[in-house]
């Protein structure tokens, strides 16, 4: 089984894991099916995820630690001198060469190389993820008849027969670019593994053996559809890989293709951020792969500004905290090199940016940058604002807490507001990998959008907006450490998730509608606080003028 009968994906790293399992189209209809593809284990196996993320994380950063000490030592008073010069003195921006300078040949050859690969084998390659590619290639070289041994010695699992020919058809279907065909014999895969049709002795292997299977037939899928010019048909499939396998960076380079393919290129940009995050994470040492997904991310940030009309940015290198001082700098010096955009100026307060040519994971930690955005649209930079300075993410088009706005009052509050703030948010997230304020919230930023989407009545949409929403919570434990406090909070996202696509219970008793619930409340009373403070100011101020005019009138007298 080490030839034919391994896989193609390395087996995510938790013990507890989900069966999904997906028709190739998310129709309105299909929406209730989503549950039985993904399996009820979705958000109970948040926790095994978590520890085994842990566990990585604690392995290469000892490694770093060791390898880059002395590095450290050397150039850390250097670096601190000069990023702060930058910050305090030229303020340089950072504006990314036209897209032309990364052809699309360039581009087509990197997914060529990362996104299509392994595409005329099938293969189940059931080992770890630090295991090296080499060792991935000499045991399919060996092409063993007995059941072969995992890194750890343990026999590896039989994949079932009428899986494994279900597979093979498909896959000479094809070589042989028979797209359509090969499609519709990789969803009757999908199929057999919901049916528990995945290996021969199911309570034998561990869940992720069948959860890596599930999230590898997804990932061949997404390359039919893209195959097939059809996007949108692979876009949910890509999500659905990386719920199945976060650790697996082929996963998010696929994901970051298909938005590439419609042209959603700020989420291109951090789905490729992520990829080369996981591929470093995960043991991956050679740096031609990690240079050619950096040269994709760059190429993705620089495509999304320079279709951007409504907003310009600007990136400044800082080695210590920037105060408010220093940001007022920074926005005079942005407001002076971008007068068409200084309607509204707006620093990100929440985390650091990371630009493509200054990550470099294995060695030292990135350079870090403050993004600056400044807009045409006063009234786009004011919500941008007002949404940051929530203690946790809210897309809201309510006004007050208890005051639901009708179908024609939404409808417009997404045309003159929601589609003009979305691509900021997409695009702030394409140089964070983190967020500062919580770390649930991009998945929580994209279940807002989703419910929003849901009371447009595009139910379609919305599903695969839940879908990428629960690909980021998946990926969160292996991005950054977590409180058990935010352990629990994702644990209730994902379960909501779920229960959405399935269509049970209302979208009100959300938690992420709940969470919305407490910041509306909260806007409120610093409103009333503020409408009370203001007209505090107003009487002493009028008090004060009573005053000095009978002051005034006895003086004359």
Not at 203 to 213: K, L, V
Not at 241 to 258: D, K, M
Not at 280 to 299: M, R, V
Request: proline letters at 5%; charged letters at 30%; one cysteine or more.
């Amino acid at each position: 089984m080490c030839g034919k009968n391994k896989t193609s994906q390395p087996r995510r790293g938790s013990k507890k894991s989900n069966v999904a399992a997906n028709k190739s189209n998310d129709s309105p209809e299909a929406l209730q099916e989503a549950k039985n593809h993904l399996g009820d284990g979705a958000a109970e196996n948040i926790t095994e995820r978590i520890k085994m993320a842990e566990k990585k994380k604690k392995k290469k950063s000892d490694y770093v630690k060791t390898v880059s000490r002395k590095r450290k030592a050397e150039n850390n008073e250097k670096l601190a001198v000069k990023e702060e010069e930058t910050t305090l003195e030229t303020v340089d921006q950072f504006i990314p060469t036209p897209l032309s300078h990364i052809p699309l040949k360039i581009l087509v050859d990197i997914e060529m190389e990362l996104v299509y690969t392994d595409e005329e084998d099938i293969s189940f390659e059931f080992s770890d993820p630090e295991v090296s590619t080499s060792t991935q290639s000499a045991c399919r070289d060996s092409k063993k008849a007995d059941a072969p041994s995992a890194p750890d010695g343990s026999t590896l699992p039989q994949i079932d027969k009428q899986l494994q020919m279900t597979l093979q058809e498909a896959s000479a279907c094809y070589r042989q670019n028979n797209y359509t065909a090969a499609a519709e014999q990789f969803s009757t895969a999908l199929e057999l593994c919901s049916k528990g049709v995945a290996v021969d002795h199911p309570f034998e292997s561990f869940p992720e053996d069948i959860s890596s299977i599930a999230s590898f037939i997804e990932t061949k899928l997404v390359t039919c559809y893209l195959k097939l010019k059809k996007p949108d048909d692979a876009l949910n499939h890509s999500h659905r890989s990386i719920i199945l396998n976060p650790a697996y960076f082929r996963n998010h380079l696929r994901q970051a293709a298909v938005f590439r393919c419609l042209e959603r290129y700020s989420e291109a940009a951090r789905s490729a951020m992520i990829a080369d995050y996981m591929y470093w994470l995960t043991g991956g040492t050679e740096q031609h792969i990690s240079k050619l997904i950096k040269l994709y991310w760059q190429a993705m940030i620089e495509e999304a500004i320079t279709r951007e009309e409504a907003f310009s940015v600007m990136y400044t290198p800082f080695a210590r905290e920037v105060k408010a001082g220093k940001i007022n700098k920074i926005k005079d010096v942005f407001a002076k090199k971008h007068p068409d955009y200084k309607e509204r100026i707006y620093t990100d307060p929440h985390g650091v940016h990371i630009l493509p040519q200054m990550a470099r994971w294995p060695s030292l930690p990135p350079q870090k940058c403050l993004l600056t955005l400044g807009f045409r649209n006063k009234h786009i930079g004011k919500v941008l604002e007002r949404w940051s300075s929530r203690k946790l993410p809210i897309f809201s088009d309510r006004k007050a807490p208890f005051c639901p706005l009708t179908s024609e009052e939404t409808k417009r509050y997404w045309d003159n507001t929601g589609k003009n703030v979305m691509p900021v948010i997409d695009f702030i997230r394409s140089t964070k990998l983190t967020d500062n304020r919580c770390a649930c919230s991009p998945g929580i930023e994209k279940l807002h959008y989703a419910s929003f989407l849901g009371r447009l009545g595009r139910a379609e949409e919305q599903s695969q907006v839940i879908n990428q929403a629960m690909a980021e919570l998946a990926t969160i434990p292996y991005l950054q450490d977590i409180s058990q406090q935010d352990v629990k909070l994702l644990q209730s996202l994902m379960a909501d998730a779920m229960d959405t696509l399935e269509g049970r219970r209302s979208d009100k008793g959300r938690v992420w509608n709940k969470i919305q619930q407490i910041g509306l409340i909260e806007d409120y009373l610093y409103q009333v606080e503020d409408n009370y403070l203001k007209n505090k100011r107003l009487r002493i101020a009028r008090t004060q003028r009573m005053r000095m005019k009978r002051i005034q009138d006895a003086q004359q007298r």
